[in-house]
């Protein structure tokens, strides 16, 4: 069986350090490993409409901000297919399909769907197609015969009601769709990248993300805001790791080389951690370190990305490019799973022939 990779992010604004280290820098390391057949990078502007149907152009805006992320990372449109969900209408045929093949009931208790309800204050009010949103993913991952996810760990309910609904179809009309399995970030740290303000996710909307196309100084004043032990008042105090933002990114970035660029008094994070926790660290010095650990991670990125600006017709192109070889690619699953479930009618001889023979007979 080929390996094949889908991932993407919906196009709600620039990508943040979170999207990263959750996946986005996995997926480039996947995308040069040779260890792939093909590598699928959507961008999710459909799903992005489910709660953001009364403001299309804000989508419609963020499209080339992704891209323009997605890039300036790394992924190469040579090497990887970057394509807009929209633009490929098999998916919400194959949407349809999967949707007789999962209750109202099962959809309730998905906890990513949950958690995002109660954040988005949708309550009674939750449009359909947000509500239907793992069925929509689970046409996404099938439609091009995914066999891996890169994804960070809150997308795992997804990923398991994908697998759910693949069983499920194969069972009753044959193997016609590949289950695939979730790829987490080997670093423990990047599971999930706290806001800087120290909540639990980093969200666009809560006003907490470090975004890669931040500029130095946006990037120094975050790092220095940033929330880290509130009992740790004076130098002197013994300050704790656990919960600690700034230790959670130097977790997640860090390098030991780069102790002996910035801070050689200190063999390494380990060290650096004992120091904090004994007492006798400031913050601002831990932060001072994080913010060099960072901007050597951002500095290509940023420079990167004000070179794509310079050409967006280039970045379309790209992108219909893109779209243009993943309708190709989900065409023929379509028509797979059209053949399994018997609905292929002007395709299959053999049905047109017995009926014929069955209405001579008569």
Same mark, same amino acid.
């Given at each position: ?15 943040? %350090?979170?999207?990263? %280290? ?31 149907? =009364? ?10 901000? %992704? ?8 992924? =190469? ?41 109660? *954040? ?35 997308? *795992? ?8 609904? %693949? ?143 310079? =050409? ?11 779209? =243009? ?15 399994? *479930? ?21």
């Amino acid at each position: 069986m080929k390996k094949i990779i889908l991932t993407g992010d919906r196009p709600t604004g620039r990508l943040h %350090v979170g999207h990263y %280290v959750g996946s986005l820098k996995r997926r480039v390391e996947l995308q040069n490993s040779g260890e792939y057949d093909k590598v699928n990078i959507m961008i999710a502007d459909a799903q992005a409409l489910t709660d953001n149907a =009364d403001n299309p152009e804000k989508v419609r805006q963020n499209i080339i901000e %992704v891209a323009l992320d997605y890039m300036s990372c790394g992924l =190469d449109p040579n090497k990887s297919t970057i394509f807009i969900q929209s633009q490929i209408s098999e998916l919400c045929e194959l949407s349809f399909y999967y949707m007789n093949l999962v209750t109202v009931a099962r959809l309730q208790r998905n906890p990513t769907v949950k958690t995002e309800i109660k *954040m988005r204050n949708f309550e009674a009010s939750i449009p359909v197609g947000f509500f239907t949103y793992p069925i929509s993913q689970a046409s996404d991952i099938t439609a091009f015969d995914a066999t891996t996810v890169p994804a960070g760990e809150d997308q *795992m309910p997804m990923i398991e009601q994908t697998r759910e609904i %693949v069983r499920r179809f194969n069972s009753i009309y044959g193997e016609a769709l590949v289950e695939p399995d979730i790829l987490l970030p080997s670093n423990q740290a990047c599971l999930r990248l706290p806001g800087t303000d120290g909540k639990a996710k980093m969200s666009k909307s809560l006003g907490n993300c470090i975004y890669l196309s931040d500029d130095s100084d946006t990037l120094r004043k975050k790092i220095m805001s940033m929330y880290t032990d509130p009992d740790h008042l004076k130098v002197s105090d013994p300050g704790k790791i656990e919960g600690n933002t700034v230790f959670t990114y130097l977790d997640a970035f860090s390098k030991p080389e780069q102790f002996e660029r910035y801070l050689p008094e200190y063999a390494g994070l380990d060290e650096l951690k004992a120091h904090y926790q004994k007492g006798g660290l400031g913050d601002v010095k831990v932060k001072k370190f994080l913010f060099s650990v960072l901007e050597e991670e951002l500095e290509p990125i940023r420079a990167k990305r004000k070179e794509l600006e310079k =050409d967006i017709p280039y970045i379309y192109e790209v992108l219909k490019k893109g779209s =243009d070889d993943a309708r190709q690619t989900a065409a023929q699953t379509l028509s797979r799973v059209k053949n399994a *479930m018997k609905i292929n009618y002007f395709d299959d001889a053999e049905l047109i022939r017995a009926q014929s023979e069955k209405y001579k007979a008569e």
